[in-house]
């Protein structure tokens, strides 16, 4: 039998176990997510490939996917299944130019998350993450 572990001698808030609790979970993807998706309907490359009336929809797809991915809750697998990025994406005409306007857009989403919130390792984690994704996407040749 092991010891039970020691109390924190440091009143105030625990350490965070994971990478979603560490940034702030839901409320800081939902305002990385939500920056994005305040761009998209204006954005002449990535607007036409949104329906207007799924923006919500594809909100909260992108939210759950990327709490889930960062260790958060498992909802996004619950109800959607399988990410399955290539495939789900598959219908869009996604070359260099959609997946950097991609980028762009979420950089600056990212750009209005303070450093207290999320941390230049943090945030590095993401952006790494975000470009192999953007550069996985990409299904169409370069016009």
Not at 24 to 42: A, Q
Not at 52 to 63: H, N, Q, S, V, Y
Not at 122 to 138: K, T
């Amino acid at each position: 039998m092991s010891p039970a572990p020691l109390p924190n001698p440091t009143p105030g808030p625990q350490p965070a176990d994971n990478f979603y609790e560490a940034v702030g979970g839901h409320e800081t993807f939902e305002k990385i997510v939500g920056g994005f998706y305040r761009r998209v309907p204006d954005d002449d490359i990535l607007g036409p490939m949104y329906p207007e009336d799924d923006l919500e929809g594809a909100r909260w797809r992108l939210t759950a996917f990327l709490e889930q991915y960062w260790g958060g809750p498992k909802t996004y697998s619950e109800v959607r299944g399988h990410p399955r990025l290539r495939m789900r994406h598959q219908p869009f005409p996604v070359d260099r130019a959609a997946a950097q306007r991609w980028l762009d857009l979420m950089g600056a989403s990212l750009d209005e998350i303070d450093e207290e919130t999320l941390p230049e390792e943090y945030r590095a984690a993401i952006w790494n993450h975000m470009r192999q994704v953007a550069a996985m996407l990409i299904n169409t040749p370069d016009r």
